[in-house]
């Protein structure tokens, strides 16, 4: 259980929440909603413990699992299986009964001589013991059950978390959080990464789940599935509506008040109208100076004392860059391949990116699509094979795990490093158009939410003067509006784009002209039946 009381949220200077109490006990299923900047990542992130409020009080009875947007692990040297396992302890057990195992054989430090191995046994004996304890053998296999869930095969479980796929990284980290058996889980965008037969079976998850939960999502129907409360952080106001009823019920409640809003504030301006108009009238004649004064204030008290209407939340107005000139062919790639340790992730593979040219990249989780994109961009070096720039070649590249960005920077600093040319004045201006406005465009990057990394990045591109753009997951963490922001900037951008994307509004908006499907490499005319494959991929 969750309990706030009274509680403040600022971000630098700027509210976000005022004087909030709520509770979130078992059962409960909250939707965390609003617009991109309003404060739910902020919110989220003091629930569970990883920041604090301006004032008021968190109490937290009972463990919490948190999935933050850009899950970040420590060691990257360690398996999937361990860092799933790691949520209840059984890691660090499971290494011990190795170790054990290996010096009973006769392997590893003090496994010499009968001494040495009975030494072992008793050690084995233990870890066993412990092992059992947490739920041993059908602890590892529920793991393995919502691994597989999320669409983690087998052999990946058996990787370091270093050779993985940011999507897969996110996915591990869900299945950590969803295993570990906490009371509450505090869920920041999971469907991030995930294919549709992962959906599906998160919400019939999260539909059954018995723990309290609160989840920030903009996948609508994973909301229409779960959530049996809402609550939504108003930004213009900074307080927080609080609805308890499903997601549906909550859309027509909200379009019902502020139906009644506008309507009571519409009679009431008329009536006080018609009152000043009249008092306008008795304060020429002295005789009635006093009641036309009263009569004024009647009218403005008439106003001041209804409800404000809501006001219609800002949208960052995305467009994508102007592309500089540039050669018929700016980008090419030849016979390239990557691997990680013995792990091949694809292989010889060939793309040539024309001016103008719309390819859409696809394959499973794990085929090499953000990799593909990083080695394209020059972050990653291919074991073989090369890319060629080409005449007046001006790349853009937007990393869906934000890795472009300098967290240790502010927003302003990170827009003028990429954009040198730009006086302090011009920067702000652009960063105005993506909501960020006075004392935000001073806030370290690294302590914005997903939405907000993702304006940021797009701001950069803006200033690129880039002919062709390299796209990794765009409309990620995205509020609807937003997105058809950035789903419009797709349609109308003039350069060259490869496009990695779950989103089949984004291949929509693309209209692409290739497809290249991997690990296999393998290039083709776009066409209808490809678009099956897009929420798969």
């Not at 909603?33 to 008021?56: D, F, M, S, W, Y």
């Not at 209840?88 to 590893?108: C, F, I, N, P, S």
């Not at 393995?144 to 050779?163: D, H, I, K, M, Y």
């Not at 060259?496 to 779950?502: E, F, K």
Request: proline share 4%.
């Amino acid at each position: 259980m969750i309990t706030v009381s009274s509680l403040e949220l600022r971000a630098g200077a700027r509210l976000l929440l005022s004087d909030v109490s709520f509770r979130v006990a078992p059962g409960d299923r909250v939707g965390l909603v609003g617009r991109n900047g309003a404060g739910k990542t902020t919110l989220t992130r003091i629930l569970a413990g990883e920041g604090q409020p301006a004032a008021g009080t968190v109490t937290r009875s009972g463990s919490v699992g948190y999935l933050p947007q850009d899950p970040r692990t420590g060691d990257l040297d360690v398996t999937a299986r361990d860092r799933v396992l790691s949520a209840r302890g059984l890691d660090q057990v499971v290494d011990q009964l190795r170790t054990a195992e290996l010096e009973m054989a006769g392997v590893g430090a003090g496994s010499a001589g009968t001494a040495g191995t009975d030494r072992a046994m008793r050690k084995y004996a233990r870890a066993e013991e412990e092992f059992l304890a947490r739920g041993g053998y059908a602890a590892e296999s529920e793991a393995a059950q919502v691994t597989a869930s999320l669409g983690l095969p087998e052999r990946v479980l058996s990787q370091p978390l270093r050779t993985l796929s940011g999507g897969q990284r996110r996915r591990i980290e869900l299945a950590r959080i969803l295993f570990s058996g906490s009371d509450t889980l505090l869920l920041d965008e999971p469907t991030n990464h995930l294919d549709a037969d992962s959906v599906t079976w998160l919400r019939e998850y999260l539909r059954s789940y018995r723990g309290g939960l609160v989840v920030i999502s903009h996948d609508v129907g994973l909301l229409e599935a779960t959530v049996n409360r809402v609550f939504h952080l108003d930004a213009n106001r900074a307080e927080l509506d609080v609805y308890n009823v499903g997601w549906r019920t909550y859309l027509e409640q909200r379009e019902t008040d502020d139906r009644r809003r506008r309507r009571e504030r519409t009679n009431a301006e008329r009536k006080a109208s018609a009152l000043m108009a009249q008092a306008d009238k008795m304060r020429a004649k002295a005789t009635k100076a006093t009641a036309a004064k009263n009569m004024a204030r009647r009218a403005e008290r008439m106003v001041s004392g209804l409800e404000a209407e809501r006001k219609a939340d800002r949208v960052a107005r995305i467009r994508l860059p102007e592309p500089a000139p540039c050669g018929k062919t700016p980008l090419t790639a030849r016979e390239l391949s990557k691997s990680y340790g013995s792990l091949e992730v694809f292989s010889d593979v060939d793309l040539a990116v024309d001016k103008g040219s719309r390819v859409v990249v696809l394959g499973l989780n794990g085929a090499g699509k953000t990799t593909l994109l990083r080695v394209l961009s020059g972050v990653e070096r291919p074991d073989t094979g090369e890319v060629v720039p080409g005449h007046g070649l001006r790349l853009g590249y937007y990393a869906q795990e934000h890795e472009t960005l300098d967290t240790t920077r502010t927003v302003r600093e990170n827009m003028l490093a990429e954009a040198p040319h730009l006086t302090d004045t011009e920067a702000r201006k652009v960063l105005g158009s993506f909501l960020f406005s006075g004392d935000d465009v001073d806030k370290p990057a690294g302590v914005l939410s997903g939405g907000e990394k993702t304006r940021l990045a797009l701001a950069r591109l803006v200033c690129s003067s880039a002919n062709v753009l390299l796209l990794d997951e765009p409309t990620n963490n995205l509020d609807p509006v937003s997105r058809e922001e950035i789903l419009g900037a797709i349609r109308s951008y003039k350069g060259a784009i490869v496009l990695v994307t779950h989103d089949e509004g984004a291949v929509a908006a693309l209209e692409p002209e290739r497809v290249l499907l991997l690990p296999d490499g393998v290039e083709d005319l776009w066409n209808a039946d490809y678009a099956d494959l897009v929420s798969l991929a």
